[in-house]
């Protein structure tokens, strides 16, 4: 079974499904006779549907990128400090200019979010080559603290409830047309990746191959770290970081495919839309007509592939770095 | 002809060489020769832009490797570091095809697709094209590496250690490519060689390097005698000839 018709009928099959799952109790085959039905399709479940699969495409791309800009595959855009970047942006922007726009609110958790990431590829450079698992250690530090300097900011300006809303739990019940058009963005920005998928293979085969191959090592780091800070600046801001996606699925298919990332980018993109959509929908229907949030179902699904990815590793695992 | 003029190099606050000055000529296999921690794979690693100039310049057939493009300097030479490990999980055709990513930049033709075939030819991988870099034997991932600066396709060829890893017989096809390039295609290529007779048997030229500073160099025969050898490695070491080129003896 090739992955990229396999992913693509799955996709497929669960956009339908998300499309006729939800509170309101119409039928999708009647939007063209019954406007009310046409209204909730419209504004309520398409929108959600795209933006679930817009958010795991997105977020798995960044995840290829942040590991390839590291070179080790136990990071993902969660766990380098860049959600967290981008919700302090946020709260930064809320607290100096309550009534601003959302152009500048996303600009601002963008900016934050490159900031914090460049701080933990910094912070990487320094570490000795062969310790791999300190990479992802730092991650963890990193993120932490800037959490830890999130919450507390949130609680002292009592802005805790919107502080839960970009980093505790990633969820899509609130998504309706014109609330979640921001995640194109992400879209746009991960497939921009595409067309620079061979510098990010070339990037993750280490700094001395790289620039043997006269690739300016500089330049793609800068566009690496722009695409991922973008992407998961707009999750953050519109539906909230949904976790373990952008670690676990560019681990999956590279376990498959490799790392040639012009072949398995789109790979890593329908993949990541499958896994959030299909937690999605579970969200949707184990509690229905409540929900679940997908972010709290990843946490969960996510723990467990990543638990099997530590114990299953390649039969002959190198350090990382060059 | 690379030129090195007046190198010097520090890591760290330590010297690592001491104003090295040397050519390498155009046309020739040239075999950096010297003890462990020497610096011969600093010097390549200054040749081959990897590690930045502090002091002194540097050219590789005319062009400053301290100011040309990256990109163009790779269209000039191909270099392979003595620290293949990678921890991407490529194909080893995919690896090699990397190779010709200085020619095509993304957009590989059939001449790209032909070289990536030829390469992997030369260092017997056909076999072995579909399997992840992984799950090779070291040996045969450092023959991908070889075949992707092979394929790389430059008027220069820098190799650290290429015969790390290797059996005798690849070994010995290897330097015999070589050899091939220099001799048929009219390129030049220096390597870092331990194993001192593989410079005795198929090196132009040797330089000698010890403690960061260049101790002899000319040609084999120059440079591999007795009195030299032993003083630089401080070992008693014997030279014999063998079908006319010098060999060396350990058990003396
Ligand atoms: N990253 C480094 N930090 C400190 N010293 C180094 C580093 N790399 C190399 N050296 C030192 O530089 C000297 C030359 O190293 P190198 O060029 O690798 O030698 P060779 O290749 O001739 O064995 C050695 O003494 C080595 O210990
Ligand atoms: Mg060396």
Redesign the interface.
């Known amino acids: 079974m090739r992955p990229l018709p396999a992913l693509t009928s799955a996709l497929i099959a669960l956009m339908l499904a998300s499309l006729t799952v939800g509170a309101a109790d119409i039928r999708v085959t009647d939007a063209f006779r019954d406007p009310q039905a046409l209204l909730v399709l419209l504004e309520s479940r398409l929108p959600r549907t795209l933006s679930v699969v817009l958010t795991g495409a997105a977020l798995s791309v960044a995840g290829v990128l942040i590991q390839a800009l590291v070179?080790?595959?136990f990071v993902g855009p969660d766990t380098s400090g860049t959600a967290e970047g981008a919700a302090l942006g946020l709260l930064a922007i809320t607290i100096l200019w309550p009534a601003s726009p959302l152009w500048l609110r996303m600009i601002a958790a963008s900016l934050s979010a490159m900031v914090t990431t460049a701080l933990f590829l910094a912070v990487i450079r320094r570490l000795p080559v062969r310790e791999v698992m300190l990479v992802p250690i730092a991650g963890l530090v990193l993120s932490g603290v800037l959490g830890s300097v999130v919450t507390f900011v949130g609680w002292q300006t009592d802005l805790m409830q919107y502080v839960g809303t970009w980093l505790m739990s990633g969820e899509f019940s609130g998504v309706i047309s014109g609330r979640y058009e921001l995640l194109w963005i992400a879209g746009v920005a991960a497939g921009l990746a595409w067309f620079s998928a061979?510098?990010f293979?070339?990037l993750?085969?280490?700094?001395?191959?790289a620039?043997?191959?006269?690739?300016?090592t500089a330049a793609v780091m800068r566009l690496g770290l722009a695409v991922v800070s973008v992407v998961t600046a707009m999750v953050v801001t519109t539906v909230g970081m949904i976790p373990f996606v952008g670690l676990v699925v560019p681990n999956l298919v590279?376990?498959i495919m490799?790392?040639?990332l012009r072949a398995s980018l789109p790979v890593v993109a329908l993949a990541g839309a499958v896994l959030v959509l299909a937690c999605d929908l579970a969200g949707r229907l184990v509690i229905h007509p409540y929900e679940v949030p997908a972010g709290t179902i990843l946490g969960v699904l996510g723990a467990v592939l990543f638990l099997w990815l530590l114990h299953r590793r390649?039969?002959?695992?190198?350090?990382?770095?060059? | 002809m690379i030129q090195i003029q007046g190198v010097s190099h520090a890591i760290g606050g330590t010297p690592i060489l001491h104003d090295i000055t040397t050519t390498l000529p155009k046309g020739r296999l040239t075999a950096l020769i010297g003890p462990n921690g020497a610096g011969k794979s600093t010097l390549l690693r200054l040749v081959g832009r990897l590690e930045p100039l502090q002091q002194g310049r540097i050219t590789v057939a005319g062009h400053d490797v301290a100011t040309t493009p990256t990109d163009r300097l790779a269209r000039v030479m191909a270099i392979l570091g003595q620290q293949t490990a990678i921890a991407s999980r490529l194909r080893l055709a995919e690896l090699v095809a990397f190779g010709r990513w200085p020619h095509h930049k993304g957009r590989p033709g059939p001449q790209d697709q032909a070289q990536v075939w030829l390469a992997l030819k030369a260092f017997a991988l056909t076999d072995l094209a579909d399997r992840f870099l992984d799950e090779v034997s070291g040996g045969q991932a450092q023959r991908a590496h070889i075949a992707m600066a092979w394929a790389q396709d430059t008027d220069w060829m820098l190799l650290d250690e290429p015969l790390n890893n290797l059996d005798m017989s690849h070994a010995r096809s290897l330097m015999a490519r070589l050899r091939g390039l220099v001799d048929q295609g009219g390129r030049s290529v220096a390597i870092v060689v331990h194993e001192i007779n593989y410079a005795a048997a198929w090196a132009d030229h040797v330089i000698a390097l010890k403690g960061g500073r260049v101790v002899a160099q000319g040609t084999a025969a120059e440079v591999l005698t007795e009195a030299r050898l032993s003083e630089l490695y401080e070992t008693p070491i014997r030279v014999g000839t063998h079908q006319g080129r010098p060999l060396v003896l350990h058990h003396a």
């Open positions: 070179r080790n595959r061979d510098r293979a070339i993750g085969l280490g700094d001395q191959v620039t043997g191959l006269g690739l300016s590279a376990r490799g790392d040639n390649p039969p002959r695992s190198k350090p990382a770095h060059g």
